[in-house]
């Protein structure tokens, strides 16, 4: 048995290590799948690409290479993985970004 974010965290966990050297493999990415440049040429090894679709036995990139979008979410799941406990995750404040620009101390400094 699991919570929800040990749940969260694995599926977290899994996604990511997608990306990462893996030891266990000779430092081999997952994501650059058999693809030799990508895995061990030293101008093209650390080039993280984003795909759209991976592969669902091995972890391969398939598809565009190019992906801006939920593949960059990978990015937000590594930073929140560093250095956050359940605690501070679940107590997490959200607050609109345009906050201070909508308060009226904020339109006043701006000459509103």
């Known amino acids: 048995m ?10 977290s966990r899994r996604l ?3 990306f990462l ?11 650059c799948g058999s693809e030799g440049k990508c895995q061990s040429d030293p101008h ?6 984003f795909y759209e679709y991976f592969h669902g036995d091995n972890g391969a990139g398939i598809g565009a290479s190019h ?3 939920w593949t960059g979410l990978v990015a937000r799941l590594i930073g929140l993985s ?3 406990d359940p605690k501070q995750f679940l107590n997490f404040e959200h607050r609109p970004v345009l906050r201070a620009a909508s308060s009226p101390q904020a ?5 509103g």
């Open 2 to 11: 699991l919570t929800l974010y040990e749940v969260a965290t694995e599926l």
């Open 16 to 18: 990511y290590s997608i």
């Open 21 to 31: 050297k893996d030891p266990a493999n000779n430092g081999r990415r997952p994501v």
């Open 44 to 49: 093209w090894r650390d080039l993280i690409l």
């Open 67 to 69: 992906q801006t979008g």
């Open 82 to 84: 560093v250095g956050i």
């Open 107 to 111: 339109g006043a400094a701006a000459g």
